[in-house]
């Protein structure tokens, strides 16, 4: 089943109209005079089919699971005190200035009064960010990362699609470094390395000088000291609980600051460097896409039909589909895509047509992990995925290790 298969050409597309979808009217050579208006929405139709939200992957995402903070959604009341020469400038100077602050700071200008809150949702940029990315802010406020990444930033990869390290859609933020990412570049970059303090512990270059339980709040106090970017971690076995005692930190950084001592031999720089994907999606949220050709949110679309046809390979031949592994036959099934890149995909995935052509034969079947938006590994799946990276650890020739 085509797009052609529902779809019909029209005289003359509208201003706006994505030349995607002129790409695809006109591709069929089909009738003219259909509705452009009626062409979106069959698309759109075939999407939300066709295609799910992926929202769960192996290990959980960073999550805001408590409160919103009121300052960031609910005005401060009726404006009663200016900001002096500030709220003269041109509008365009306000947001040049304002989208340069980093998040703590550009929350501290936010709140010194109403007339600031009120401002800055009405300031372009700004305004974007608050009202389709302010759960970048929200993580990075209670990840303490809110220093190092500016409102800039934030609103580049809120209205750019592409992954940071490839040309795929990216779904994800990776926020040390708010770079928009796939998953599975997150799974495999080595500028998205990142590990705990944990981790790092036996190859501080004082733990010999100290006791392991000394040694760990001394670590935390350099990290927290000097310029890395570290973050609270929290648990993957409890997502709603932190971490006590640890933090988590860019690997670049560790080994671009020879103050902390790290031992820089091979073997720990490509423990290091490793996979570690318990760390790097505890720096990493879901996050949409602003498109702003449509003044659409774009959450991403994973393959309905992909899933499909990994569960059939899989799951009916009683395969594993986990040991703390990521199966290497999971690639397209944990490919996200935008709406325009979904499309393309569409026509050359025959399972996805498939699920098109039986929609009125399998009316309330669904899937249970598309319906859940992906699924997380069980903790025994996660507690082995871990204790791999365990059995890993070089051992150092250290006596006193």
């Not at 006109?26 to 139709?45: I, N």
């Not at 501290?108 to 949702?121: D, P």
């Not at 570690?276 to 309905?304: D, K, V, W």
């Not at 290497?328 to 709406?339: F, G």
């Amino acid at each position: 089943m085509h797009y052609r298969d529902i779809i019909a050409e029209p005289s003359a597309p509208p201003p706006g109209t994505s030349e995607l979808d002129i790409y695809f009217a006109r591709r069929y050579g089909l009738k003219p005079g259909t509705d452009w208006t009626r062409l979106s929405e069959d698309l759109a139709k075939i999407r939300r089919k066709c295609s799910y939200v992926r929202r769960k992957w192996y290990f959980p995402m960073l999550e805001n699971l408590g409160p919103v903070p009121e300052g960031l959604t609910n005005p401060l009341g009726t404006p009663s005190a200016d900001l002096n020469l500030f709220e003269k400038l041109p509008s365009d100077v306000m947001n040049s200035i304002l989208r340069l602050l980093d998040v703590e700071s550009f929350l501290r200008f936010r709140n010194v009064n109403a007339k600031a809150h009120s401002l800055t949702e009405t300031v372009l940029d700004c305004k974007e960010v608050m009202a389709h990315g302010s759960a970048a802010v929200v993580s990075l406020v209670r990840t303490g990362l809110s220093p190092y990444v500016t409102i800039r930033g934030i609103h580049s990869v809120l209205t750019s699609p592409k992954c940071g390290f490839c040309s795929r859609y990216g779904s994800l933020l990776f926020l040390p470094t708010c770079t928009r990412t796939c998953h599975k570049c997150l799974q495999t970059s080595p500028r998205m390395a990142v590990i705990g303090t944990e981790e790092i512990l036996p190859y501080y270059g004082r733990f010999s000088i100290y006791g392991t339980d000394d040694n760990r709040p001394r670590l935390i106090e350099k990290i927290d000291r000097s310029s890395m970017r570290s973050l609270k971690v929290r648990n993957h076995i409890h997502p709603g609980r932190m971490l006590k005692n640890t933090r988590a930190v860019l690997v670049d950084d560790v080994f671009s600051h020879p103050t902390l001592g790290i031992d820089t031999s091979d073997p720990v720089k490509e423990l290091f460097y490793g996979e570690m994907l318990h760390y790097r999606t505890a720096a990493t949220i879901h996050f949409p896409f602003f498109n702003t050709s449509t003044r659409e949110i774009e959450q991403g679309c994973s393959c309905r039909g992909c899933h499909e046809a990994f569960e059939n390979r899989h799951v009916q031949a009683n395969g594993s589909l986990g040991d703390g592994r990521i199966n290497a036959d999971a690639e397209k099934r944990d490919r996200c895509y935008s709406h325009k890149d979904f499309q393309e995909h569409y026509e050359t995935c025959e399972h996805a047509k498939q699920i098109w052509k039986n929609r009125f034969a399998n009316l309330g079947r669904e899937s249970w992990f598309a319906a859940n938006g992906g699924m997380h590994w069980g903790i025994s799946e996660r507690v082995e995925y871990c204790r791999r990276f365990v059995d890993d650890m070089p051992i150092l020739n250290n006596e006193a290790f």
